[in-house]
């Protein structure tokens, strides 16, 4: 019993420390953080209309949108002006269920499809291209691939959810590693409580939206972990002050290298540095330009300019970096 209040007590002065700690006066900064823009979409099924959008992926004049209850990516330019639509138009093997999170490299859109556990590949033109994966345990298999990540040389990371693990394939779906235990939950490092999002920062390393366990965790290119966050020693604690999370459902780096993470129960978005350190955070719950109802992505474009996937409100987001 000693050792049980020991341990509460430390625990309350932590909570007690982060609340401290993640005071705004100490995490100004210089961040100037960003003003509303503009947003488009409602619930629906016609043409820039959603039901529970959840993915982005940005290039110079497009944004592409995974619209989850719809099966289909829907694209867009910069201003939310609808360009067409895809995925769920009955062509072999190019129908889409639940897409999630996505990511563009080498003038492909590669697509997370939940239900159909595999990675879809498409031109930027709507075409499909081909798959990587099919439904399994094994190596090169998913249950349920939540978020997808290509670097420059062609490898593909996915957050393989129901599965509990990263896994690593070469460009044609030969495995390469993987990160985690396959099946098994877990707190400490380099494990994952359903893992939803990756995302590369330059050089190669690795950060993973390690979901339920209400943290980011980093990797090397090799393969080795570097570090968390998320809450005391990012060990699965939720919250709301800066630098925690309650449920990391995307993480994304920007074209600056800086990391940008969807706290979906929190219903804001939180940035950081490349190593971890809190910038700013934006966003509240409700239905008011500039709050959210549970986020689920940040696409960050060349201009800087910050577009947030509204999952619950069935809209993208614009916020311009306020100078």
Known sequence: MKHKIVFLFSLAVLLALGGLMTGDRLFAGGESGYRFEESWGTRGIGPGEFREPIGIA??????????????????????????????????????????????????????????????????LTGKFLGEI????????????????????????????????????????????????????????AGMFNYPTDVALLPGGTLVVADAYNDRIQVFSPEGRFLRKWGGPFAMNISGSFHGWFKTATAVTVSPGGDIFVADFYNNRVQKFTRDGKFLLAFGSKGR????????????????????????????????????
């Open 58 to 123: 940005i290039t110079e004049n497009q944004v592409f949108v995974s619209d989850a209850g719809n099966n289909r990516i829907q694209e867009f330019d910069r201003n939310g002006r609808f360009i067409k639509q895809f995925g769920n138009d009955h062509a072999p093997r190019g129908n889409l269920s639940r897409p999630m999170h996505l990511d563009i490299s080498d003038g492909k859109l590669y697509v997370a499809d939940y239900l159909n556990d595999r990675i879809a590949m498409f031109s």
């Open 288 to 323: 008011e330009p500039g709050q959210f109802d549970r986020p689920t992505d940040i696409g960050v474009d060349t201009a800087g300019n910050v577009y947030v996937m509204d999952f619950g409100n069935n809209r993208i987001q614009k916020f311009k970096p306020a100078r």
């Open 133 to 188: 994966g099919a439904s399994g345990t094994g190596a090169g298999q998913f249950d349920a691939p939540a978020g997808v990540a290509v670097d420059d040389r062609g490898r593909i990371y996915v957050a393989d959810f129901f599965n509990q693990r990263v896994q690593v394939l070469g460009r044609g779906g030969k495995f390469i590693r993987q990160f985690g235990k396959t099946g098994k939950k877990g707190i400490s």
